[in-house]
């Protein structure tokens, strides 16, 4: 994605770790080939997903998609001073979640609790007291983790399982509540929710901002100001990450361009490979570099 950039990396199932930054420097837009879970411990900062900012508290839990544009705003205290940005943060490979609900084959989707953040809000608080302390369970997998007893590769995978269940179950039993402190503006949030649904379909400027009641001139400006990136920019590349998670079915390749909105295969081969350094065809047939 030109503008911003992807950041991280993963070269494993899954990776926890604890950090804290006593100074911390701005960081830009970004998004990440994984999902992302952060429990955020101490400091002062907000945190911004796909337009919409959250002020955060300690327990919060984090929830960002493969994908997502995120990234977190730190603010001094009362006094002026910086405080250390303190969390446990854990990165999820979106395919491993998905080979083990079809090696398992109990139809348990681990990562239903993506699919309700992105639903609902992006950040989730728990409170101390309730059935599943997420707060120890994730300290104790990030301990493990960094441990090197008898099995411990086992018994790392075998926590982390444990942690997603209970974040699932904490989610259906009402543990985890949605922040209702985002800030955000309704227009350009349903002109996002219009944009995910609408890929294979017209989305330029002159439509967008139709269908938001804005000139196209207000809606660019206004998209930038409150996303951090580009309209067309955006549009491209949801357009070419969905194309990415189609290039793992069966679908013919021709038919996925035409249902990610692009017109012809050449245009969609060229703008494939530049955000993702190889062809369609070369990702299908595992030969990225």
Request: with cysteine; charged share 25%.
């Amino acid at each position: 994605m030109q503008g911003y950039q992807k950041k991280g990396y993963l070269v494993s199932d899954f990776r926890v770790f604890r950090l804290k930054d006593a100074n911390m420097k701005d960081i830009p837009f970004h998004y990440h080939d994984f999902h992302k879970i952060i429990l955020f411990l101490g400091g002062k900062a907000d945190y911004v997903i796909e337009g919409k900012t959250y002020s955060l508290e300690p327990r919060d839990l984090i929830f960002v998609s493969a994908g997502e544009i995120h990234r977190p705003i730190f603010r001094p205290n009362a006094a002026g001073e910086h405080v250390p940005y303190e969390r446990i943060v854990i990165y999820i490979a979106p395919d491993f979640l998905a080979r083990w609900q079809n090696e398992s084959g109990r139809g348990v989707n681990l990562s239903e609790c993506f699919q309700k953040a992105r639903e609902t809000a992006g950040v989730m608080h728990q409170p101390p007291g309730t059935t599943h302390d997420l707060l120890y369970h994730m300290d104790k997998l990030e301990k493990t983790a960094h441990g090197d007893g008898f099995g411990n590769e086992l018994y790392t995978e075998i926590l982390f399982i444990e942690f997603m269940i209970l974040v699932n179950r904490s989610l259906i039993e009402h543990e985890l509540s949605a922040l209702e402190n985002a800030s955000y503006d309704p227009k350009i949030q349903d002109v996002l929710t219009y944009i995910g649904g609408h890929l294979a379909d017209d989305l330029s400027v002159e439509t967008l901002a139709s269908k938001a009641y804005m000139s196209k001139f207000y809606l660019m400006r206004k998209f930038k100001a409150d996303t951090g990136y580009g309209l067309h920019q955006y549009v491209r590349s949801k357009r070419l990450l969905m194309a990415r998670d189609l290039l793992k079915t069966d679908t013919p390749i021709t038919q996925i361009a035409a249902s990610v909105g692009f017109l012809d295969y050449s245009t969609f081969s060229r703008a494939f490979k530049s955000m993702f350094g190889c062809t369609p065809r070369e990702y299908r047939n595992g030969q990225v570099k």
